[in-house]
């Protein structure tokens, strides 16, 4: 079955602590994206990656961090830089191109700072 | 900058009463306008893809039509099944990035 996998569901982060969220694709998608979901709020941008070992910065960055080593994989790390960590991450995949562009989600992370 | 506006946030029907939910947008150049639905607690889902004004895509009770400065989502004749948050995205020809709305919280009431 071809999907984006996210991991873990629930993740709870002490204060201080870096926390990684997993994010794998086998749909061979060149795009990556995470988001972060407030309650009652869209989707914003965190960082995308076009491209295996490069990544730009979205909207939110500041706190987080992520790499892009393999083509299936985008780890996200949220970092204790992070001031409001605690809400929903979303991780997406699309293909490049003209068309068909249309990004694919994970079931995301609920992440807790407790 | 690229901007999405929904409306209305939030919107309850009964079942079988028709409806349309809006998208705005502003955009430096328009690859393709997206919607999607997504469930409490889950990631969104994809509905459709459209990329130039006049386009219409069609799914069972749902119909998304697009103008050069907004686009609709038409709800025929909905079903409680259809409660769900329906999200528009924009992407620019000029990135990948995906530019959200807040969402649209659809209610149907038996």
């Known amino acids: 079955d071809g999907g984006i996998t996210q991991s873990p569901k629930y993740l709870f982060r002490k204060e201080g602590q870096n926390v990684t969220l997993s994010c794998e694709q086998n749909?061979?998608?060149?795009?990556m994206y995470w988001y972060r979901q407030d309650p009652g709020q869209g989707l914003r941008l965190i960082y995308y990656s076009q491209i295996v070992n490069d990544f730009q910065k979205g909207d939110i960055a500041e706190g987080y961090s992520v790499s892009r080593e393999k083509k299936e994989s985008f780890p996200l790390t949220v970092t204790s830089a992070q001031k409001n960590p605690t809400a929903f991450y979303l991780c997406?995949?699309?293909?490049?191109?003209?068309?068909?562009?249309?990004?694919?989600f994970g079931q995301g992370t609920r992440l807790t700072v407790v | 900058e690229d901007q999405v506006t929904q409306s209305p946030e939030a919107l309850r029907l009964q079942e079988g009463e028709s409806s349309s939910l809006n998208c705005s947008y502003t955009v430096s150049g328009l690859r393709g306008l997206f919607w999607y639905r997504q469930d409490p607690g889950k990631g969104p889902e994809f509905l459709f893809t459209l990329y130039s004004a006049g386009e219409e895509k069609e799914k069972e009770r749902l119909k998304a039509t697009l103008t050069k400065k907004e686009s609709f989502l038409h709800i025929t004749a909905p079903k409680p099944e259809d409660s769900a948050t329906y999200l528009c995205a924009v992407q620019a020809r000029n990135n990948n990035d995906m530019r959200f709305g807040a969402g649209t919280r659809l209610t149907v009431k038996p």
């Open positions: 997406a995949s699309s293909a490049q191109g003209q068309v068909n562009t249309e990004a694919f």
């Open positions: 749909l061979n998608h060149d795009a």
